[in-house]
């Protein structure tokens, strides 16, 4: 078995995938400096429970800025697609109309259940709307064990009979009418199960009272648009939520916001490859903790209007060596985890030896072997590393790598960038669920990064 290889600048991804895609791979030659200015997309991780909430509402509902060009979100709406819901797409505006008034059916398809963990969103607004669901266990990336406990205990907190059998999760209301106002302790602050009781809560009978949940920017767009469409949810952005059943919600519009992951990425990007780029719109609170660490490395960060930053790590503000730093993941307002693999790679450039500790994640640490490909000197011990610079940072240098997960492939696109000579990286699918036309961006600010189409050829 031969394999040919053709380029291709920019492949649009089909809306509907409806067949499986060639396998792809990153060619990038390095090192690079970036300039010029980037417009981030609308968050994959508000997109996600935004559009399983359309599931609540009568009437349209009409979000925009929405991030279409993502395999995620593609596979979102061939679940929703799959219950019934009318949606039209206007990727050129970004825009998604969504009618789910037709939608009886309590089961959507498996198969694009296992393509996206946010199709996991829809059993909230199925139990409540329905009173039952049968759901296939989420998918997503490989980062952890990812137990969906938290779920299962919130639904019957709501009065819920679950089960789960076949790969799936199996709900219906005890009552045999609805969900009822509940009270529920999240054990950890969970982004996607305060997400999915909320939800659930919103049409339940009654007053249902959260605590412990996730305070995550996407978690406030969630209740702003809920309110929007008639709910009462409360707290939204603290530890606790209050939130008053309604027998109907009606749709709205809402304005996804940018994504605080890729805006993060990007000003890695910048810090790796020691020079200055602007980003935006963004929304500088969402990023505190990468700007803080920015700053003590030395980068210079300046903010111009209200949505847009310059990052600078040119050598004249960074100098030839660019001081490192320690993390700690954690919940928001900690350090987030999906930033973690992106700053690891950093820090391999970085002075000193400095510790990477992440505590939302048990396993997320795939991308630390294929970093080591690239030279880099990391030393792992369970969920902490210890990436060594010395006195200067390591001196990356181009290899063959493979992207385990979302994040962690990004991490090695911005190691290459960094590195000396030419890096091809396999397992894009991965990164193209959660960033639209990375290479296309990267080519913009100057990057060295081609996509190219591997086409077995039998012989
Ligand atoms: C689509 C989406 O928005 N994905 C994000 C979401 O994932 P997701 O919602 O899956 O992440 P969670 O906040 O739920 O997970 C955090 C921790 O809680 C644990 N847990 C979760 C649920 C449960 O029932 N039991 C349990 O033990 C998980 O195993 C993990 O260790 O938040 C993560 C944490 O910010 C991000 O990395 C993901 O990008
Ligand atoms: C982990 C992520 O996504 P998911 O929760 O969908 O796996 C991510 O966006 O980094």
Request: proline letters at 5%.
């Given at each position: 078995?031969?394999?040919l290889?053709?380029?291709?600048?920019?492949?649009?991804?089909?809306?509907?995938?409806?067949?499986?895609?060639?396998?792809?791979?990153l060619?990038?030659?390095?090192?690079?400096?970036?300039?010029?200015?980037?417009?981030?997309?609308?968050?994959?991780n508000?997109?996600?429970?935004?559009?399983?909430?359309?599931?609540?509402?009568?009437?349209s509902?009409?979000?925009?800025n929405?991030?279409?060009?993502?395999?995620?979100?593609?596979?979102m709406?061939?679940?929703?697609?799959s219950l019934?819901?009318?949606?039209?797409?206007d990727?050129?505006?970004?825009?998604?109309?969504?009618?789910t008034?037709?939608?009886?059916?309590?089961?959507?398809?498996?198969?694009?259940?296992?393509?996206?963990?946010?199709?996991?969103?829809?059993?909230?607004?199925?139990?409540t709307?329905?009173?039952?669901?049968?759901?296939?266990?989420?998918?997503?990336?490989?980062?952890g064990?990812?137990?969906?406990?938290l779920?299962?205990?919130?639904?019957?907190?709501?009065?819920?009979?679950v089960?789960?059998?076949?790969?799936?999760?199996?709900?219906?209301?005890?009552?045999?009418?609805?969900?009822?106002?509940?009270t529920?302790?999240?054990?950890f602050?969970?982004v996607?199960?305060?997400?999915?009781?909320?939800?659930?809560?919103?049409?339940a009978?009654?007053v249902?009272?959260?605590?412990?949940?996730?305070?995550?920017?996407?978690v406030?767009?969630?209740a702003?648009?809920?309110?929007?469409?008639g709910?009462?949810?409360y707290?939204?952005?603290?530890d606790?939520?209050l939130i008053k059943?309604?027998?109907?919600?009606h749709?709205?519009?809402?304005?996804?916001?940018?994504?605080?992951?890729?805006?993060?990425?990007?000003?890695?990007a910048?810090?790796?490859?020691?020079?200055?780029?602007s980003?935006?719109?963004?929304?500088?609170?969402?990023?505190?903790?990468?700007?803080d660490?920015?700053?003590?490395?030395?980068?210079?960060?300046?903010?111009?209007?209200?949505?847009t930053?310059?990052?600078?790590?040119?050598?004249?503000?960074v100098?030839d060596r660019?001081?490192g730093f320690?993390?700690?993941?954690g919940?928001?307002?900690?350090?987030?985890?999906?930033?973690?693999?992106?700053?690891?790679?950093?820090?391999?450039?970085?002075?000193g030896?400095?510790?990477?500790?992440?505590?939302?994640?048990?396993?997320?640490?795939?991308?630390?072997?294929e970093?080591?490909?690239l030279?880099?000197?990391?030393r792992?011990?369970g969920?902490?590393?210890?990436?060594?610079g010395?006195?200067?940072?390591?001196?990356?240098?181009?290899?063959?790598?493979?992207?385990?997960?979302?994040?962690?492939?990004?991490?090695l696109?911005?190691?290459g960038?960094?590195a000396?000579?030419?890096?091809?990286?396999?397992?894009?699918?991965h990164?193209?669920?959660?960033?639209?036309n990375?290479d296309?961006?990267?080519?913009?600010?100057?990057?060295?990064?081609?996509?190219?189409?591997?086409?077995?050829?039998?012989?």
């Amino acid at each position: 078995m031969l394999k040919l290889y053709t380029v291709s600048a920019f492949l649009p991804l089909p809306l509907l995938q409806t067949h499986t895609p060639k396998p792809q791979t990153l060619t990038i030659t390095g090192p690079t400096t970036l300039s010029g200015h980037l417009t981030i997309s609308g968050s994959k991780n508000s997109s996600l429970p935004l559009l399983a909430a359309t599931l609540l509402c009568s009437n349209s509902s009409l979000l925009h800025n929405v991030p279409t060009n993502l395999t995620d979100i593609n596979a979102m709406l061939s679940i929703l697609r799959s219950l019934g819901a009318k949606i039209e797409v206007d990727i050129g505006s970004a825009q998604i109309l969504l009618n789910t008034d037709n939608v009886r059916s309590v089961e959507p398809c498996l198969e694009e259940m296992k393509k996206t963990r946010g199709g996991f969103f829809v059993i909230g607004p199925l139990l409540t709307r329905f009173g039952e669901a049968v759901v296939g266990l989420p998918g997503g990336c490989d980062i952890g064990e990812r137990p969906v406990d938290l779920y299962i205990r919130g639904f019957r907190a709501l009065g819920a009979v679950v089960e789960l059998r076949d790969g799936k999760m199996l709900a219906h209301a005890a009552n045999g009418r609805g969900l009822v106002g509940g009270t529920f302790h999240l054990d950890f602050p969970s982004v996607g199960a305060t997400e999915t009781l909320m939800m659930a809560a919103c049409m339940a009978d009654g007053v249902t009272m959260l605590s412990n949940v996730a305070k995550e920017p996407e978690v406030i767009d969630l209740a702003r648009f809920l309110n929007d469409s008639g709910a009462c949810v409360y707290g939204a952005g603290t530890d606790k939520l209050l939130i008053k059943g309604k027998c109907h919600l009606h749709g709205s519009e809402y304005v996804v916001p940018p994504d605080r992951i890729e805006a993060g990425t990007f000003m890695l990007a910048a810090a790796i490859t020691r020079s200055c780029i602007s980003i935006s719109p963004i929304i500088p609170s969402h990023l505190a903790c990468l700007i803080d660490k920015l700053k003590i490395a030395g980068c210079r960060i300046t903010q111009f209007n209200h949505d847009t930053l310059e990052v600078s790590a040119m050598p004249t503000n960074v100098g030839d060596r660019m001081q490192g730093f320690d993390i700690k993941t954690g919940p928001f307002p900690g350090f987030p985890t999906d930033l973690q693999p992106l700053t690891m790679a950093l820090l391999t450039t970085c002075r000193g030896s400095n510790i990477v500790e992440e505590s939302v994640f048990e396993k997320r640490m795939s991308h630390v072997r294929e970093l080591q490909k690239l030279g880099a000197d990391i030393r792992v011990c369970g969920s902490t590393a210890l990436v060594f610079g010395g006195e200067k940072g390591s001196a990356l240098h181009g290899s063959r790598l493979v992207a385990a997960d979302l994040r962690g492939g990004v991490s090695l696109v911005l190691a290459g960038l960094a590195a000396e000579g030419t890096t091809e990286i396999d397992g894009i699918a991965h990164i193209d669920r959660g960033y639209e036309n990375l290479d296309t961006k990267l080519q913009l600010l100057g990057a060295d990064i081609k996509r190219l189409i591997r086409r077995p050829l039998c012989l």
